[in-house]
């Protein structure tokens, strides 16, 4: 088994993992913050929750497919990563168009200066993390069409 391959599955088992208690947790925990604070209706979070808990199951049995190398499951987190890229430039666009006024809401309550430099930072910083998993996700769908992974699969 290639090395890739066993990267690749191990580090989408254990993202896949994270998500699904993240999920879980921010669910269950969100209405301990004040309804003003929840950027999303409760039935818009039930909708993103039961989504995101699909999408990440089916990453998770993808993933351990992937390393007992089963080509569906390469195709699998190929169309996965197409759509998580797609996704996270979705939630980009959607935080600097539409819901920058909720991050100005949190810090006019908490008595900063909203023309101050931090809510550049903290959505520059928001949007650079989205970054940073398009650029990991571009990386896994190079090794993912790869030939070597390729030529590992069972077909």
């Known amino acids: 088994m290639p090395k890739s391959v066993k990267v690749i599955g191990w580090l989408l088992i254990i993202a896949s993992v994270y998500s699904i208690l993240s999920s879980v947790f921010s669910f269950l925990f969100l209405d301990a913050l004040e309804p003003k604070y929840q950027m999303y209706s409760y039935s818009m979070r039930i909708f993103l929750t039961i989504y995101g808990l699909l999408f990440v199951a089916t990453a998770l049995v993808s993933s351990i497919q992937f390393l007992r190398l089963r080509n569906w499951a390469r195709r699998a987190l190929e169309a996965l990563s197409w759509l998580y890229i797609i996704q996270q430039v979705a939630r980009a ?19 900063l200066d909203p023309s101050s430099i931090l809510k550049t930072v903290f959505i520059g910083l928001y949007v650079f993390v989205i970054g940073l998993g398009i650029v ?20």
Do not use: P, Q, R
């Open 93 to 111: 666009i959607y935080m600097l168009l539409i819901h920058e006024s909720y991050f100005l809401e949190i810090m006019l309550d908490a008595g």
């Open 136 to 155: 990991l996700a571009l990386i896994i769908l190079k090794h993912l069409g790869g030939d070597t992974i390729k030529n590992a699969m069972i077909h």
